[in-house]
């Protein structure tokens, strides 16, 4: 058994042994689980892919005379002013006003919240416009100016859905082209689509949330942020094979961190045709090794973790709940499925690589002492079941 001081203090002098969730793979075949247990402190985890359930909070400062902002626009793209005099909520996948213009071929979508949020962090100069009533106390009514990240007091990211612990691997079984979250899905299970960093993902690695909580350190876009809630559509209460990987979307995570202090190689909006926009992430969690078992948790092989098949044209939206089949991410990750006697072509949205990079980013840092771990106060909702909307149509 360790503490997290115990694991604290080897970082902080330097000596912390910190593998990744592939590096630890062959570690462990190589030492013995208990060995392991003993000499590894920590194992770092990472996804990279869209998270639209994803946005930010901006303070502007007062202009002069002052405005209480009830409603505003940044690049033409709507944010939510209902906070405050000059704090916005933009999401990302607020669309721009009008969007798609001077579009090539319908559902073109361009431009939108994620792509605001990218330019922020990026440095780029972005245009504000905000319109008010006008109070005794606010009195001005309009306002149109420029600014970068740096003029900000605040830019804080705030993500209520990030990091879904399993994901859905989405095929088309009507006669038609549909667009998705998940990219364009041809007819009859022609092509198929899936979105996770499997082997390497946060939660996959902490299957039974034993160690990533409430309070959880982590790594988003390059800052040193924290988990602050249960992500929204948190399902605990999932299927789950007899190691306690879910074979479903099961738990999701609540992050949020400093925007100054991102990297804008790990924040990319998305345009999504027929679809939307979303913004793309890099996030990193550290796993401490606090005993064996937790180790032979983060040991999870792509072979071992089951997505389920989803039919996308039919299923998905009419909300059945319907699963064709499932297949492991070892064979998502060869690039063809095999259903129902048929090959189908697959491609990920999300990278794997991306993946890679931040575990190892993550990794350096913490064996610098540069990171260092912080126990949850609160544990993830384990039994909590996601339910469906309530609703009663009204009678003809």
């Not at 002069?64 to 409603?71: A, L």
């Not at 350190?217 to 605990?236: C, K, M, P, S």
């Not at 925007?259 to 998305?270: E, N, Q, S, T």
Request: negative net charge.
């Amino acid at each position: 058994m360790k503490t997290y001081e115990q694991i604290n203090a080897r970082i902080e002098s330097g000596k912390a042994v910190v593998l990744t969730a592939e590096e630890i793979i062959g570690y462990v075949e190589a030492k013995g689980l208990e060995a392991a247990a003993e000499e590894v402190d920590v194992v770092t985890t990472a996804t990279f892919g869209p998270m639209c359930s994803s946005g930010c909070v901006l303070n502007f400062g007062h202009s002069k005379p002052k405005i209480r902002m009830t409603e505003a626009w940044i690049n033409d793209v709507l944010a939510y002013s209902g906070l405050a005099a000059v704090d916005l909520y933009l999401g990302a996948t607020q669309l721009r006003d009008k969007d798609p213009a001077n579009m090539d071929y319908p559902g073109a979508f361009k431009y939108g919240g994620g792509h605001v949020i990218e330019d922020l962090v990026a440095g780029r100069e972005l245009q504000l416009f905000a319109l008010s009533y006008g109070t005794d106390d606010y009195p001005r009514r309009e306002l149109r100016t420029y600014f970068t990240l740096d003029d900000l007091n605040q830019a804080i990211m705030v993500n209520p859905r990030n990091c879904y612990q399993n994901y859905n691997v989405a095929v088309n079984d009507s006669d038609r082209r549909i667009h998705t979250y998940l990219g364009v899905l041809e007819p009859n299970r022609r092509n198929a689509a899936y979105c996770s960093a499997g082997q390497l993902s946060p939660l996959l690695n902490d299957p039974l949330y034993e160690t990533i909580g409430l309070g959880t350190r982590v790594w988003l876009a390059g800052a040193h942020g924290h988990v602050y809630a249960e992500g929204t559509q948190f399902d605990g209460a999932c299927d789950r094979t007899d190691d306690g990987v879910p074979t479903g979307g099961a738990g999701t995570l609540a992050l949020t961190a400093d925007m100054k202090r991102m990297d804008p190689r790990f924040v990319r909006g998305v345009s999504l045709i027929g679809y939307g926009v979303s913004l793309a992430l890099g996030v990193g969690v550290p796993i401490p090794i606090l005993n064996a078992g937790i180790l032979r948790r983060t040991c999870v092989r792509d072979r071992d973790i089951l997505a389920p098949v989803v039919d996308y044209g039919g299923d998905y939206p009419n909300a059945t709940g319907r699963v064709i089949a499932h297949v492991t991410y070892e064979q998502l990750r060869r690039g063809q499925i095999t259903l129902d006697g048929k090959t189908i072509e697959v491609g990920s949205m999300s990278s794997y690589a991306m993946a890679q990079e931040i575990a190892a980013l993550l990794r350096d840092q913490i064996a610098r002492g540069e990171f260092v771990l912080s126990r949850p106060f609160a544990p993830l909702p384990r039994e909590k079941a996601f339910h469906p909307l309530r609703y009663q149509e009204k009678p003809s």
